[in-house]
C-alpha cells in the first residue's frame, strides 16, 4: 500500500502566477501507482492523471504538468499561467484497494 | 451520457432517523465507493465494493452500512449509531479497483440536526 503526503494545505496566488503543488509519497511496492484529482467548489472530484511506476516521463496537459521523481517519492504537480478556474482543492492520491485521500491542497487563484 | 447519480444533493434528516443515500452509475464499472468529506478536510472511505455482492469496510465503516445487489447501484445508509453524520458524501466507481481512475458522482450533502 502507498501514503501520500501533502504538506502545502493552502496556496494563494495571483492569476497567470505558475504554482506547484508538492505530493510525497512512501510505498514498499516496485510497482504502484499515483493520481491527482481536481475537486472545484461544486464539490465533485475529477480526474486528472494517472502515472504507474514505469513510467518516469512527465506529463504535459495544456497548461497543466506533472514531475514523478521516483529518487525523491514525489509526483508533484505545476499549473502555468494559473487562472481563477483553477480555484480548487487538489489531491494527490495513491492508487490500490483501500483508496484514501489526504487532505488535499487548497489552491485560490487570486484575479 | 455515462457517469454516477446520486440523490439527493441535499437532505435533512432528524437525529436518531436512518436515511439511505442513492449511488448509481451507468459506466459498467466493478468497483464502487463511498466517500466522507467534512468541511476542509480530505476524503475518508466508508466502504468499498469491487464486485456485486461483495464489499468490505473502509477507513470509518462505524455506523454506515451497504448493499450491492446490482452492479449499477450501491446505496449508502447511514444508521443511528453514526455519533457525526452530518457530512458531504461522495460516491465513486472505477472499472476495476484501486488502480483504475476513479469518477466521482457530484455528492450528497446530509445535514443531522
Known amino acids: 500500500a502507498q501514503k501520500v503526503t501533502q504538506a502545502q494545505t493552502e496556496i494563494s496566488v495571483v492569476e497567470k502566477e505558475d504554482v506547484t503543488l508538492d505530493c510525497v509519497y512512501e510505498t514498499r511496492d516496485t510497482t504502484y501507482y499515483l493520481f491527482w484529482y481536481k475537486q472545484p467548489p461544486s464539490g465533485e472530484l475529477v480526474f486528472l492523471i494517472r502515472r504507474n511506476s514505469f513510467d518516469e516521463q512527465n506529463e504535459i496537459s495544456g497548461r497543466y504538468s506533472w514531475n514523478f521523481q521516483k529518487s525523491t517519492s514525489s509526483f508533484n504537480f505545476t499549473i502555468t499561467a494559473s487562472q481563477v478556474v483553477d480555484s480548487a482543492v487538489y489531491f494527490c492520491a495513491p492508487g490500490g484497494n483501500m483508496l484514501t485521500f489526504g487532505g488535499g491542497t487548497r489552491l485560490m487563484v487570486k484575479p | 451520457d455515462g457517469g454516477i447519480t446520486q440523490s439527493p444533493k441535499y437532505l435533512f434528516r432528524k437525529e436518531g432517523q436512518n436515511v439511505t443515500l442513492s449511488c448509481e452509475q451507468n459506466?459498467?464499472?466493478?468497483?464502487m465507493y463511498w466517500y466522507r468529506q467534512d468541511p476542509g478536510q480530505g476524503l475518508r472511505l466508508i466502504y468499498y465494493s469491487q464486485i456485486v455482492n461483495d464489499f468490505q469496510k473502509g477507513d470509518i465503516a462505524e455506523g454506515y452500512s451497504v448493499s450491492r445487489e446490482k452492479k449499477e447501484s450501491f446505496p449508502l445508509t447511514v444508521t443511528s449509531a453514526q455519533k457525526n453524520p452530518t457530512a458531504f458524501y461522495l460516491c465513486?466507481?472505477?472499472?476495476?479497483?484501486?488502480?483504475?481512475?476513479?469518477?466521482f458522482g457530484n455528492g450528497t450533502r446530509l445535514t443531522v440536526t
Open positions: 465513486a466507481s472505477s472499472e476495476s479497483g484501486g488502480n483504475s481512475p476513479l469518477h
Open positions: 459506466l459498467n464499472h466493478d468497483a
